[in-house]
């Protein structure tokens, strides 16, 4: 079992700053005030410290009414601030909250968290410190509660049954459980505190992945603010979540299977480059197999395009990470059954089968790049047998034509004019120093040991070959 969750801004699921008003103060706000009341750092003001604006028009009159009284002013003290605010032509505001324990006097402002919000807190700020200086009071911007980095968190609507019944629809349509409505603010700076949604789900999934969880915590936001505002219509439902749940989902598989599509494209490219076509192997054998196209056969092989197929299939013989077009089958797979899924409405079942076919495309994919990888490096290997089989048909030449010369008693002589009986003590010296170098390239157990080898075949041997063949 694991737990799915996603913050949301009011803002993102509620386009009317009215509405958001009315949610702020039907939901929102109550858990905070709950929250102040008993908070330590605050001293505990409980009912009788605290002043919550409720949004009415009688707030301005029973906060005046709070302060006189909390404060001990004169009760004409009161009938100054209201004539204050009715002169004050615009330049006036009252804080959300005022608290005044044994410990502190501070005063909040709570706004949803979005830069408009954060915008008007700031413009309120000024028009309330000015009202606290007027008449000397001795309220401040809060720092006292939620002070460091302090989150606190409540639970909305949990006993409102219409949004409680949404839920459990919601819970059945996507086979999840305990799909939860949170609240969750913080104090970003001093007198100002900002809210937003947590939605939380648990799914008997343990590593869920891909989960449309956006799109549902929008969802369930719009249907909360439905709850708490009879007066919204946001056009939410569990239904319409389902739909847009589908289309994510869907999304989310057509990007798959077009990743899919280019690579198992690029693979078949790879293996059709290394399967020589009859005519191209014949060919080549027999090239190889005659004494006199052998090395222009290998020269052809090594600088013609059209005999790429054929070093291909050398570099497929040498590639360590042979792979076929099957690796790709459980990704396939997947696909089908996530289509499936999508065609019986069941999109729990879908984003499962999404998951596996993801895992299942990262796997294959590593798969192709270690083939990939291996070869380049049997490519490598390949280019180096090539070369090595060419120098060793020169040398195998030259040396049959020694001993041929040396068995019939008879004096051959090179274009160099060098004698062939002089020279078989050099061309066995050649031929040796190709084994050695041979062996060692084809038993190698670390780069050095492979890069060895390779300089002995290509360096020592043909060196002591040209050294043969121009002595004068």
């Not at 702020?24 to 009788?48: T, V, W």
């Not at 409540?154 to 059945?172: K, P, V």
């Not at 390239?441 to 080898?453: H, I, L």
Request: aromatic share 6%; hydrophobic share 45%.
């Amino acid at each position: 079992m694991a737990q799915l969750t996603f913050r949301v801004p009011i803002s993102i699921a509620v386009d009317s700053s009215d509405i958001a008003r009315q949610f702020g103060q039907n939901a929102a706000e109550q858990p905070i005030f709950d929250r102040m009341k008993i908070d330590a750092a605050l001293g505990s003001p409980g009912d009788f410290g605290l002043f919550e604006d409720d949004g009415n028009n009688s707030s301005d009159d029973n906060m005046f009414g709070f302060i006189v009284l909390r404060n001990k002013l004169p009760s004409e003290r009161a009938t100054e601030m209201k004539n204050y605010r009715a002169n004050s032509s615009g330049d006036w505001a009252r804080p959300d909250a005022l608290v005044h324990s044994s410990k502190v006097r501070e005063y909040y402002e709570i706004k949803p968290m979005s830069f408009d919000s954060w915008d008007g807190g700031q413009k309120k700020f000024p028009k309330i410190d000015r009202f606290i200086a007027r008449f000397q009071l001795p309220y401040r911007r809060g720092d006292s509660y939620l002070s460091g980095d302090q989150v606190h968190e409540a639970e909305l609507l949990e006993s409102n049954a219409g949004f409680q019944s949404e839920m459990e629809a919601l819970q059945t349509m996507f086979g999840l459980r305990k799909i939860r409505l949170f609240l969750q603010w913080e104090r970003p700076e001093p007198g100002l505190l900002l809210y937003l949604a947590k939605v939380t789900a648990e799914t008997n999934d343990p590593a869920p992945r891909n989960f449309p969880m956006q799109e549902l915590a929008t969802c369930v936001v719009k249907l909360g603010v439905q709850a708490a505002v009879p007066a919204a219509n946001l056009n939410a439902s569990a239904t319409r979540a389902l739909q847009g749940a589908f289309d994510q989902i869907r999304n989310q598989l057509n990007q798959l299977r077009s990743n899919l599509a280019r690579e198992m494209n690029l693979h078949q490219t790879l293996l059709n480059q290394a399967k020589p076509s009859t005519l191209q192997t014949a060919t080549t054998i027999l090239g190889l197999a005659n004494p006199v196209t052998a090395l222009p056969t290998l020269v052809n092989i090594a600088i013609n395009p059209a005999m790429r197929p054929v070093v291909g299939a050398a570099v497929q013989t040498l590639n360590p990470a042979k792979h076929t077009m099957a690796i790709w089958k459980a990704t396939q797979d997947a696909l089908s059954a996530a289509d499936a899924a999508l065609q019986a409405r069941n999109p729990s079942g879908a984003l499962t089968q999404l998951a596996v076919g993801l895992a299942s495309f990262v796997k294959a994919d590593q798969q192709l790049t270690a083939f990939r990888e291996g070869t380049e490096l049997a490519g490598r290997r390949a280019q180096v047998i090539i070369g090595v089989t060419a120098a060793a048909v020169a040398l195998t030449a030259v040396a049959v034509f020694s001993f041929q010369a040396v068995a019939v008693g008879g004096v051959a002589t090179t274009s160099a004019g060098t004698s062939a009986t002089a020279l078989s003590p050099q061309v066995r010296i050649a031929a040796e120093a190709f084994k050695e170098g041979m062996i060692r390239v084809a038993t190698a157990e670390s780069p050095a040991a492979f890069d060895a080898g390779v300089e002995m075949i290509i360096e020592e041997a043909p060196g002591k070959l040209m050294q043969m063949v121009v002595r004068p």
